[in-house]
Structures are given as structure tokens and as C-alpha cells.
């Protein structure tokens, strides 16, 4: 294939992926008197918008730093670690991943009622602070890198914890920006979980917020749901052009083997 062919075949892609955001941001800027901000300035007064960020925040973060921990944990004993049963263990964490987290949402939503979870930071946090993925990504990461380092910090004296979580630890950083962007991408766009594990306006996020305040009485306003869309997203594509170079190489190395 010669370059000319290929550069028209990704302009072509570029175009049909990017024409949703262009689209969306016309629809934001969009109003009677022409193009103005007058969309955003209404979305943001309008119902407690900077609560609904707040919550959103909150949870993302919770999430965020529970994965890290947790997901560094577990791939780290996968790829380590001789564990009884581990290959098992591994082939049920990999099939996790194909499995939709809607078959769930009902039993979670049951297991949190009993524990009189619901309308709370701990019932959008707790179901969602390891994830399967992250763990297979990390232990696939880990595989590649000799542990010459870690049994040098064990000759030393460092105990399994010091080892994990400062020699192996900073060897993960590519893989672990994956892991953030996945998680605050996943966890902040979710809808479902925070619509059915809610109640309350002070405990919705931002995905939930925007799509009741959107809603008409009998038609969705798009000029407001699309400027919450591009708020909303602004954290997410600024994230995104900070981690972008350990994010590739997270997915090159670590999927390797």
C-alpha cells in the first residue's frame, strides 16, 4: 500500500471519528442570536451542576487510587508469584473481562441495599475499586521486566510490600497511566451504576445530572446536553494529552507477551 493511499485512508478515518465531536460542539455553541456561550452559562446555573462535578471527582478519584493499589497487588502476585491454583485464578480474572457488567447490576444493587450502601460514595466506589483489566495489565507488564531489582531489594532486607510498592512500583508507571486513563474514562463516563445506586441530587454524578437536566417534556434539549457533554469531557481529553506517551508505551510493552 503507498503512502498516498494511506494518508487518504486516515484522513477518511480521522474524519468519521472526529465528526461527532465537531457535531457536538456546534449543537453547544449553537442558539438563537448565532454562535455563543449562552448553552454553557445555562447548564452550569442551572441545578447543582458544580455538585454533580464534585461527585464525579470524588468517585473518580476513590476509584482511581483503589485500582492502583489493589490492581497493582494482584498482577503483581499473578506474575511473582507461584500461587496454588494461580493459572486458574488468572483465566477467571481474564474472564471477567468478557463478562458485561449490566448481569451484575441487579445483585450489586441487592448486596448494597443489605448493607444500606445505597446514595452513597461507598456504593459507587467499593464494586468498582479493582478491575479485571487493569489487573491483566499489569501482570502482563510485570512479565516483561526482569526481577533482578526486586530480589536485590529482598537480599536487603526490604520486606514484600516495600519491594512491590517502591522498586516494582516505579517500573510501572506506562502501565499504570493505562490504568488511569481506563479507569477515569470508564468510571467517568458511567451512567447506569450511579443512576440505579442513587437517589438524591446531592449524590448523582455528572453523566446522571446531564441526563435529567436535558430532559424535556417531550424532547431532549440538545443544546444543553451537548455543552455538559463538552464540559464533561474536557478532564478526560486533558488527561488524556498529559498521559499520551505513557499510555503507548503501556499498550505496546505490556501486551507483548
Same mark, same amino acid.
Given at each position: 500500500m503507498n503512502k498516498t493511499l494511506q494518508m487518504v485512508l486516515l484522513v477518511v478515518v480521522f474524519a468519521v471519528m472526529a465528526y461527532p465531536l465537531v457535531w457536538m460542539l456546534s449543537i453547544s455553541l449553537r442558539s438563537g442570536a448565532g454562535v455563543s456561550l449562552r448553552y454553557y452559562q445555562e447548564v452550569w446555573q442551572a441545578g447543582p451542576f458544580d455538585r454533580y462535578l464534585l461527585n464525579s471527582i470524588v468517585v473518580? %478519584?476513590?476509584?482511581?487510587?483503589?485500582? +492502583?493499589? #489493589? /490492581? !497493582?497487588?494482584?498482577?503483581?502476585? #499473578? *506474575?511473582?508469584?507461584?500461587? =496454588?491454583?494461580?493459572? +486458574? &485464578?488468572?483465566?477467571?480474572?481474564? $474472564?471477567?473481562?468478557? &463478562? =458485561?457488567?449490566?448481569? +451484575? &447490576?441487579? =445483585?450489586l444493587y441487592i448486596l448494597m441495599q443489605k448493607l444500606n450502601l445505597i446514595d452513597t460514595y461507598a456504593a459507587l466506589t467499593l464494586p468498582f475499586a479493582a478491575d479485571p483489566f487493569n489487573i491483566f495489565l499489569i501482570r502482563q507488564f510485570l512479565v516483561t521486566i526482569p526481577p533482578d531489582c526486586e530480589e536485590a531489594a529482598r537480599l536487603e532486607g526490604?520486606?514484600?510490600? !516495600?519491594?512491590?510498592?517502591?522498586? *516494582?512500583? =516505579?517500573?510501572?508507571?506506562? *502501565?499504570?497511566?493505562?490504568?488511569?486513563?481506563? !479507569? /477515569?474514562?470508564?468510571?467517568?463516563? $458511567?451512567?447506569? #451504576?450511579?443512576?440505579?445506586?442513587?437517589? %438524591? !441530587?446531592?449524590?448523582? %454524578?455528572?453523566?446522571?445530572?446531564l441526563a435529567?437536566? $436535558?430532559?424535556?417534556a417531550h424532547s431532549v434539549d440538545w443544546g444543553h446536553l451537548m455543552a455538559g457533554a463538552v464540559i464533561a469531557s474536557i478532564p478526560v481529553v486533558v488527561a488524556f494529552l498529559i498521559f499520551q506517551r505513557q499510555i503507548i508505551s503501556g499498550l505496546t510493552s505490556g501486551m507483548s507477551r
Open positions: 473518580v %478519584t476513590l476509584v482511581l487510587v483503589g485500582n +492502583i493499589v #489493589f /490492581c !497493582t497487588m494482584a498482577g503483581y502476585a #499473578f *506474575a511473582r508469584y507461584k500461587i =496454588p491454583g494461580g493459572r +486458574i &485464578l488468572f483465566i477467571l480474572v481474564i $474472564s471477567m473481562i468478557m &463478562l =458485561p457488567k449490566q448481569v +451484575i &447490576l441487579v =445483585p526490604a520486606g514484600e510490600m !516495600t519491594v512491590v510498592f517502591r522498586v *516494582a512500583f =516505579p517500573m510501572l508507571r506506562p *502501565a499504570l497511566a493505562v490504568v488511569a486513563i481506563h !479507569t /477515569c474514562l470508564i468510571n467517568w463516563n $458511567s451512567f447506569l #451504576f450511579p443512576f440505579i445506586l442513587t437517589n %438524591t !441530587t446531592e449524590m448523582r %454524578t455528572l453523566p446522571v445530572g435529567l437536566l $436535558s430532559q424535556g
